[in-house]
């Protein structure tokens, strides 16, 4: 809100929605229709006082209109023509630019198509392989496309779900937990009000599982396996199913999602959303985060929680007037593959292909269980705050073991001084930031001695009598010569 907006597009798109002209508008806001077409074509920036007036004539939410997402959709777009299915093509980033301000809904199809593209190349590149033998010969499924929409859909709502926090809410009152002992109200919840017995199960019995609705015999079967925080996770979750189903329901009703993958993905994502805001109740939560200067390990022994989902939930706080510092997260394997992630902040994650090896996420799995700082900018010049750590999730046993992963959670320099982690850190010396990209493809830093693929639109220089630091030397793009 301290920068200047420059919002021309979202501006003139509401005006045309509403049916209104220029100079209609313009009386509105207490404006001339000159300088609100001036606004419109981003000579002008949209100022606090203006955009207050938007909100109050218009009924616009303040933090979806002043969100950044053309860049977003841009850094999309730049991904999609990353592929080397455009190389011959000479398209520029302000094209990009101008695709996403002037034509936004086209820009955003556009990268569906490829995704879905992209998923159907894979999944032929798959099945060739597979005809190769004749014993594996099957049908290939691919279910990456659904786990995108969702994670889209999650964005779309800032991931924040203000029904789900009252129910969670109402929750937490009628179970009446004692301090320290969530399980047990939530044990003696389930009993009272849904008839619903829970019991502990050894892990040969559960098998793969770590929770099981027996419906015939009304009991929540939880492995002895999970730790006491995943007992209480696991015992909301199955809460949520039973008793706010509908409400569940509704809300991916309502997101028109694509196929039936993808909306049971939806209401599973939701259902951990409703026990996460279980385990860590809203006011109370963001209470203690602020308090305790978003002290993870001083969040999760409070909450009884574990260091995943402490995280999660911190990605959360986005009720309006009560918002804690907007973070974004990502998990990983030790592959690279992402497994879950929230982009907000305006940090950009690559959809398709890997990351950033300079990222600290990346590092965390040298030393597990120690919690890794970094302050990373990207190449257009953005910085990010960054912590990143192992998590554990339980496994089964010594055949079964448990999974690793490696978390980041960061948000923009400018909230890091509200952050214990940062302490120490000079915030202002941005020059010292450690340099990263989106991907190998999408970043055009040119002495970065762990790239992997060239960038995009830059040609290839090579020469066998010249070796660089760099396994790629490359000419910039004609447009910036």
Request: a positive charge.
């Amino acid at each position: 809100m301290d920068k200047k907006a420059m919002l021309g597009p979202k501006v003139r798109r509401l005006r045309r929605e509403r049916g209104l002209t220029q100079a209609q508008m313009a009386d509105q806001l207490g404006i001339s229709a000159s300088y609100l077409n001036l606004i419109e074509h981003n000579q002008r920036p949209v100022t606090v006082p203006l955009l207050l007036k938007l909100g109050q004539n218009f009924g616009v939410d303040l933090q979806a209109f002043a969100e950044d997402e053309e860049s977003r959709l841009v850094a999309g777009l730049r991904e999609v023509f990353a592929d080397p299915l455009f190389d011959g093509s000479d398209i520029k980033n302000q094209d990009l630019k101008e695709l996403a301000a002037v034509a936004p809904t086209l820009g955003q199809a556009v990268v569906t198509l490829y995704r879905a593209f992209r998923e159907q190349r894979e999944d032929l590149q798959n099945l060739g392989e597979r005809l190769a033998d004749r014993d594996k010969l099957s049908l290939v499924h691919n279910a990456q496309f659904p786990l995108e929409e969702v994670r889209d859909f999650f964005h779309a709502h800032h991931n924040h779900f203000p029904e789900i926090e009252t129910a969670a809410e109402a929750l937490w009152a009628e179970a009446n937990p004692e301090r320290g002992d969530l399980y047990r109200g939530l044990v003696d919840w389930l009993l009272k009000e849904q008839g619903v017995r829970v019991k502990i199960m050894p892990a040969d019995v559960m098998g793969y599982a770590v929770r099981r609705f027996d419906r015939h015999g009304r009991r929540i079967l939880v492995s002895e396996m999970l730790a006491p925080s995943g007992r209480n996770f696991q015992l909301a979750a199955q809460i949520a199913l039973l008793r706010h189903r509908e409400l569940i329901n509704g809300i991916v009703d309502a997101a028109n999602l694509s196929g039936d993958e993808a909306r049971r993905l939806a209401r599973i994502g939701l259902t951990n959303y409703f026990a996460g805001a279980v385990l860590m109740p809203y006011d109370r939560f963001l209470e203690g985060a602020k308090r305790e200067r978003y002290d993870i390990d001083v969040l999760r022994r409070r909450f009884d929680a574990s260091f995943e989902q402490v995280c999660h939930r911190l990605t959360t706080l986005q009720r309006p007037g009560a918002r804690g510092v907007p973070f974004f997260l990502i998990r990983v394997d030790s592959a690279g593959n992402v497994s879950k992630r929230f982009s907000g902040a305006g940090f950009h994650f690559a959809r398709f292909g890997g990351g950033c090896p300079r990222w600290i996420v990346y590092e965390a799995f040298r030393t597990p269980g120690k919690i890794h700082t970094q302050l990373a900018q990207m190449p257009d010049g953005t910085t990010y705050f960054s912590i990143a750590r192992t998590a554990v999730k339980a496994g089964g046993g010594y055949r079964s073991p448990p999974q690793q992963f490696a978390m980041a959670l960061g948000c923009d320099v400018a909230h890091a001084g509200q952050i214990v982690y940062a302490d120490g850190i000079d915030l202002e010396h941005t020059e010292a930031a450690t340099p990263i990209g989106v991907n190998c493809r999408l970043c055009p830093r040119s002495d970065c001695s762990q790239r992997a693929f060239p960038p995009l639109n830059h040609r290839l220089i090579v020469d066998e009598n010249l070796r660089g630091v760099t396994p790629f030397l490359f000419a910039p793009p004609p447009g910036e010569r």
